[in-house]
């Protein structure tokens, strides 16, 4: 079949091939009629999704490598922070950002073993998962609805001599309120790790400069799981303007090593052979030196060809959730008697993940979820709900030991009983969004 071409020209022969196989065969969009399943989360790619893929299967590298430093780079760039590391998910990139302030290297402010960390019951339990992993303390505080984000009225209360950190996310999109987090966290020298995972491309306004949520903090965190913002199947990032953070972060995704060369390349900073490292032998080869107990974490090219990718599409995908975020809450309009709609953050724009719907007294909520599943339309809780009510928490929840409380959680337990949530995602036509609206109108009215 290659016989007389080059290797280019066999490859761009596959790839042209690959384009028009995408076109055909996955980019046929079918009208949406009533009874069509809505799926609160698809993905949106075309064929430069997979032509890339294609492309860095070709090479056979798999690792991390060319798509992967382009990847970083530019999501560096389009967040406005100075470094960027790739990893193989959003639960990774939690665990990285919250080892990383373990580390030796930050001091009297490294996180120890028993220290506290502020966050929330109501979210993703791997936001949490990595504290209590490392034997630090969670501390819950409750949220707010309809903004479903951490009650920054609680900070003070929740706070000791033991704490350390804040980390929390912004809840499906809605920034939380960054300036009063931010503030707090100056007051008493604590680190801000921004959980913006279901945020890519939401920002938020803070004394008079417009930043995107997960650069406001000391480290931030997406995901490139399907649902989310962008996808590159498996994926996620760890991004700061801190150089020694970078620095540590990297460590931590990379084996916990010393070295800072990259996969494939040796001895970039000259001086391999003649440091000496810990208890080590002088001269001891610094590409197995570990300065931490780390992991491999690193995504493959593979992902991060299909990331970049969908990073050219991105900001086309923010508008459109923003697009039907309000469409959807124009179609609701009321219901505000059955309802609670969500309201977004002051000073925020968020780039939506999803729709969140507080059922009032009176109104149940497993009726309407049920009504409206039952008709196609695909729903979601917020996520863990409490998450101190899982199976997870029942060794400690009967000990009274490895996490605390402050305050009630109040809003929390009501999320747990009374909320849910559909998809604003970017492949969704205003029909869709339309029939959304129709159809909860229908549960409730």
Not at 104 to 110: K, V
Not at 176 to 191: P, Q, T
Not at 332 to 359: A, H, N, Q, V, Y
Request: proline letters at 4%; charged letters at 25%; one cysteine or more.
């Amino acid at each position: 079949m290659f016989e007389n071409q080059t290797e280019k020209e066999a490859r761009q022969e596959i790839l042209d091939m690959v384009s028009s196989y995408c076109q055909k065969y996955h980019n046929q969009k079918k009208k949406f009629q009533a009874g069509d399943r809505i799926s609160y989360a698809s993905r949106v790619y075309d064929q430069e999704e997979m032509v890339n893929l294609v492309d860095s299967s070709l090479e056979f590298w798999l690792t991390s490598g060319r798509y992967t430093d382009e990847f970083e780079k530019e999501l560096a760039e389009y967040l406005g922070v100075k470094y960027c590391s790739l990893v193989n998910s959003g639960s990774s990139a939690n665990l990285v950002a919250f080892m990383t302030l373990t580390s030796p290297l930050l001091g009297e402010r490294r996180i120890k073993r028993g220290d506290e960390v502020i966050t929330v019951a109501a979210g993703f339990p791997t936001t949490v998962t990595p504290m209590i992993q490392y034997g630090a303390v969670p501390v819950f505080v409750d949220v707010t609805i309809p903004q479903y984000n951490i009650d920054v009225t609680k900070l003070e209360e929740a706070y000791s001599d033991r704490t350390k950190a804040v980390m929390i996310a912004h809840t499906l999109g809605n920034p939380f309120d960054l300036k009063a987090v931010k503030e707090f966290c100056g007051r008493h020298d604590l680190w801000l790790v921004e959980d913006n995972c279901d945020a890519l491309g939401s920002r938020y306004t803070i004394d008079g400069t417009t930043k995107f949520t997960g650069t406001v903090g000391d480290i931030g965190t997406s995901s490139f799981y399907p649902p989310h913002h962008m996808t590159m199947g498996e994926g996620g990032a760890v991004y700061t303007d801190n150089p020694l953070l970078n620095k540590i972060a990297r460590s931590f995704r990379d084996w916990g090593r010393d070295c800072v060369c990259p996969s494939g390349r040796d001895n970039l900073c000259g001086h391999r052979f003649d440091r000496q490292y810990g208890e080590l032998p002088l001269g001891y080869d610094h590409k197995y030196v570990y300065s931490h107990f780390g992991y491999n974490l690193k995504a493959t090219d593979m992902q991060a060809a299909v990331g970049c990718a969908q990073l050219k599409k991105f900001p086309g995908f923010v508008e459109r959730r923003k697009h039907n975020f309000a469409r959807l809450k124009e179609g609701l309009k009321g219901t505000e008697e059955r309802l609670i709609l969500p309201e977004p953050c002051r000073d925020s724009d968020p780039s939506w993940f999803g729709f969140l719907i507080t059922c009032k007294e009176g109104t149940d909520r497993n009726h309407v979820v049920q009504f409206v599943e039952e008709r196609g339309i695909q729903t979601r809780m917020l996520f863990a709900g409490n998450l101190t009510k899982h199976p997870c928490f029942d060794e400690m929840r009967r000990s009274g030991e490895g996490y605390r409380i402050s305050g009630t959680l109040e809003n929390t337990d009501r999320i747990m009983k009374d909320t849910f949530w559909v998809g604003v995602y970017p492949g969704m036509t205003d029909e869709m969004i339309d029939h959304m609206a129709k159809t909860i109108r229908e549960a409730v009215l």
